[in-house]
């Protein structure tokens, strides 16, 4: 029941949902492909949510993009805004990384901390993305990373034929 749910949220979750193509459902982490683009991701929506208002339903994806020879770009969507100049610091088990932040989003600076990033992932059991709203609130978003791995492969293999 929880997969689907999870399922269903996910491709609620994003645009054009009926372009993408499952890759697999692992825990609270999926895989879709997106061969419009070309593109394939794994995805999990935020387990934990601290605070009291969302203003946007928070997840975190690692992506390929095979016509930009991009493999495991780190995004997260965040569950606030952000004031100006706001900080983004992702903590995944003992390891920390101060993502670039955008009004509602967040990146890794660059593809070494993707790899590092994705690398931390595989071996630990949640992240939290922790940040500032305009009006000075900290919040933290939560995900089990039970799963991040499987998700991460398959889409990986989706796209290496691209």
């Not at 949640?126 to 991460?152: E, H, I, K, N």
Request: hydrophobic fraction near 50%; proline fraction near 4%.
């Amino acid at each position: 029941m929880r997969r689907a749910l999870l399922a269903a949220a996910l491709f609620a979750a994003t645009p054009a949902a009926f372009a993408r193509d499952s890759l697999g459902i692992w825990n609270t982490w999926g895989a879709f492909s997106d061969a419009g683009v070309p593109r394939c991701y794994a995805i999990a929506m935020a387990d934990k949510v601290e605070g009291r208002i969302n203003e946007f339903q928070p997840y975190f994806t690692v992506g390929n993009w095979p016509r930009r020879a991009a493999r495991g770009e780190v995004h997260v969507r965040l569950s606030r805004k952000l004031g100006p100049g706001g900080t983004v610091m992702l903590t995944v088990g003992a390891q920390r990384f101060a993502l670039v932040a955008g009004a509602a989003d967040a990146w890794a600076a660059d593809r070494q901390m993707d790899a590092a990033v994705v690398a931390a992932m595989r071996s630990a059991a949640t992240m939290s993305v922790t940040a500032r709203t305009a009006s000075g609130r900290t919040f933290t978003d939560t995900y089990p990373l039970a799963g991040a791995a499987s998700a991460m492969d398959a889409a990986m293999l989706g796209c290496a034929q691209n």
